[in-house]
């Protein structure tokens, strides 16, 4: 009996490893394709990346995008009379983007003024205390 089941048992795991095989092979061959692909899209932003770096053009694309986006939300908020830590928050990334890009002072007085807002909650005191 315990020969049999020697017998049964390394067959047993023969075709088991057999299974395994024939799933781990799609698998394998799947896994290589993904890991081309990702060092395909790894070479494709380093090359946007060097081409956007360099490209005037697309500079100043973003440096005008970036220049429009916080003119109009400053002057969303001056026209409210007060700004929130979220407006701060995001008017305060675009500012520093804008500046790390090369953007000139184009904003900067915008900036300065919206940055003398008073906050939602400060706002609404002086409010209530006329």
Same mark, same amino acid.
């Given at each position: 009996?315990? !020969?049999?089941?020697?017998?049964?048992?390394?067959?047993?795991?023969? %075709?088991? @490893?057999?299974? /395994?095989?024939?799933?781990? =092979?799609?698998?394998?061959?799947?896994?290589a394709?993904v #890991?081309?692909?990702?060092?395909?899209?790894?070479?494709? &932003?380093?090359?946007m990346?060097?081409?956007?770096?360099? #490209?005037?053009? @697309?500079? /100043?694309?973003?440096? @005008?995008?970036?220049?429009?986006? %916080?003119?109009?939300? %400053? /002057? $969303?908020?001056?026209?409210r009379?007060?700004?929130?830590?979220? #407006?701060?928050? &995001? !008017?305060? &990334?675009?500012?520093? =983007?804008?500046?790390?890009?090369?953007?000139?002072?184009?904003?900067?007085?915008?900036?300065? %003024?919206?940055? $003398?807002?008073?906050?939602?909650? /400060?706002?609404?005191?002086?409010?209530?205390?006329?």
């Amino acid at each position: 009996m315990g !020969v049999v089941r020697k017998a049964l048992s390394r067959a047993i795991k023969w %075709i088991w @490893a057999q299974i /395994e095989e024939e799933f781990a =092979a799609p698998i394998r061959e799947l896994s290589a394709k993904v #890991d081309a692909q990702k060092e395909e899209l790894k070479e494709i &932003r380093e090359e946007m990346k060097r081409v956007h770096q360099y #490209d005037p053009a @697309a500079r /100043e694309c973003d440096l @005008a995008s970036l220049d429009d986006q %916080i003119c109009q939300q %400053i /002057e $969303r908020c001056r026209q409210r009379g007060y700004t929130t830590a979220e #407006d701060r928050r &995001r !008017v305060g &990334r675009m500012h520093r =983007a804008y500046h790390a890009r090369g953007g000139n002072d184009g904003e900067t007085g915008e900036y300065a %003024i919206f940055s $003398r807002l008073p906050t939602e909650e /400060e706002w609404r005191q002086m409010r209530s205390a006329e």
